[in-house]
C-alpha cells in the first residue's frame, strides 16, 4: 500500500520505536522506495508514536513532546504529542501539524469514550497554531492525523473555528466509490471517518481538486483498521504530493 501512494511525506501513526520505524525504512528502500529522512516524535506513549518519512529533507521538524491543556481540575499532556513539520515549495513555507488524539477507550467514567481529553487535546494544538499564525486567512498550513473523533465532534470544531477566526477547514475526503470511511471497528462493523485533513484559509487554493482522496486499493482491509487519506498540493511552477497513512 505504502508503496502503491509513493508519497513525498508520509506520516503514520501508532509507529513503534525508533527500531520499527527504521525496520520499516529498510524494507521500502529494498523494494525500491526510498525515504532518507525520517523523524519519530517521543512523547507520553511509549508504545505508539507519530513519525515521518520524506523523501527530501523538510526544512524544520519540531516536536512537540508537553503541550498541556486543562484536564477537569489537574494539567494533563497530549499523550503522543504534535510534529510540527516545515517544507519548501515555489510558493514559500508550508507547515505541517501532525497529531494523532487520545483513543476512545474510556479511562475515568466522568468522561466517556475520552471525548473530553481529545476536546483539551484540540484546544492546546488549536492555541499552539495560533500563536504561530495569528491570521489563518494568510497562513499556510495543515491539520492532519487520526483525531479519533468524526467531523461533528469538539475536537474537530476547536480545530477549525475559534469565535469568529476560522482557522481551518475540513477537507472532503472519499474513496473510489464515493464512500468516506477511514476508520472500521470490525467486532461491531462501524464504519467512521475520524482520519482528517484541515488546511488553513490561505492554502485552501493549492489542495488540488479541493478535497484529500482515501486510499482503497488492493490489501487495505488487511494493513490496518484505518485507510490511509492523501492530499496533492499543487503549486505555480511544480506539484508537491503529500500523504498521510
Known amino acids: 500500500m505504502i508503496r ?18 527504521e525496520e520499516l525504512r529498510r524494507d521500502l528502500a529494498t523494494e525500491g522506495l526510498d525515504y532518507p529522512h525520517a523523524f ?11 513519525a515521518l518519512l520524506a523523501k527530501k529533507p523538510p526544512l524544520a521538524v519540531i516536536p512537540h513532546p508537553k503541550l498541556t491543556f486543562k484536564y477537569f481540575d489537574m494539567a494533563a499532556e497530549l499523550k503522543r504529542g504534535l510534529l510540527e513539520i516545515r517544507i519548501g515549495t515555489v510558493e ?3 507547515t505541517l501539524w501532525a497529531l494523532h488524539l487520545k483513543s476512545r477507550y474510556t479511562d475515568r467514567p466522568d468522561d466517556p469514550l475520552s471525548a473530553k ?7 492546546a494544538i488549536r492555541d499552539l497554531v495560533l500563536a504561530r499564525f495569528p491570521d489563518p486567512a494568510s ?3 495543515l491539520v492532519l492525523g487520526d483525531f479519533n473523533d468524526v467531523k461533528s465532534s469538539a475536537a474537530v470544531r476547536y480545530l477549525l473555528k ?3 477566526t476560522v482557522i481551518t477547514e475540513l477537507l472532503p475526503a472519499t474513496d473510489s466509490r464515493g464512500e468516506s470511511w477511514t476508520y472500521v471497528h470490525r467486532k461491531d462493523e462501524v464504519y467512521q471517518r475520524v482520519d482528517h485533513f484541515l488546511v488553513s484559509p490561505g492554502l485552501r487554493t493549492a489542495v488540488h ?12 482491509a488487511a494493513a490496518s ?17 503529500l500523504r498521510q497513512d
Open 4 to 21: 502503491a501512494l509513493d508519497a513525498d511525506l508520509l506520516v503514520l501513526q501508532e509507529m513503534g520505536g525508533q527500531a520499527y520505524l
Open 40 to 50: 519519530l516524535l517521543e512523547a507520553d506513549d511509549g508504545q505508539r508514536h507519530v
Open 92 to 94: 514559500g513555507e508550508v
Open 117 to 123: 481529553r481529545r476536546a483539551g487535546e484540540a484546544t
Open 139 to 141: 497562513a499556510r498550513y
Open 162 to 164: 475559534r469565535g469568529k
Open 209 to 220: 481538486g479541493g478535497r484529500a482522496v482515501i486510499y482503497d486499493g488492493p490489501g487495505v
Open 225 to 241: 483498521d484505518h485507510r490511509p487519506v492523501f492530499v496533492t498540493l499543487e503549486f505555480t511552477k511544480r506539484q508537491g504530493g
